[in-house]
């Protein structure tokens, strides 16, 4: 399995960024799909899943009603579209899937794409 994540940059705060990542290796529409981010010093934490039929999706509050999280399943694709960016966000983004697994822990994901960095500063 491999995750390829794109789309991360320097925005202003208020900014927009989409986030992609297109998944190989997989039988793609059976896999949940999930977003992490890693912020210096700080442990990687959830931002938002999506469940393979796009019909169950969950985020952190911190991102709720700013973030949104959709998927393609003819192309093996997930995007994170980030509204209205604040300083906090900034962080490196990651994308993961797991077969079985739907929670909010990192470590119980099996598959990690490489990362892209957003940071959110004037």
């Known amino acids: 399995v491999q995750l390829q994540a794109s789309g991360g940059g320097l925005v202003q705060p208020g900014g927009s960024l989409r986030l992609t990542c297109v998944a190989s290796?997989?039988?793609?529409?059976?896999?949940?799909m999930a977003w992490f981010r890693q912020a210096p010093g700080k442990e990687r934490e959830f931002v938002a899943a999506?469940?393979?039929?796009?019909?169950?999706?969950s985020y952190a509050d911190s991102v709720k009603g700013r973030f949104t999280i959709s998927r393609n399943n003819a192309n093996n694709t997930v995007w994170l579209q980030m509204d209205r960016l604040k300083p906090d966000d900034t962080a490196v983004y990651y994308c993961?899937?797991?077969?079985?697994?739907?929670?909010?822990?990192?470590?119980?994901?099996?598959?990690w794409g490489q990362g892209t960095q957003v940071t959110v500063s004037s």
């Open positions: 290796g997989l039988t793609f529409r059976h896999y949940l």
């Open positions: 999506l469940g393979k039929d796009s019909l169950i999706h």
């Open positions: 993961a899937t797991d077969l079985y697994y739907n929670g909010r822990a990192a470590n119980e994901y099996d598959h």
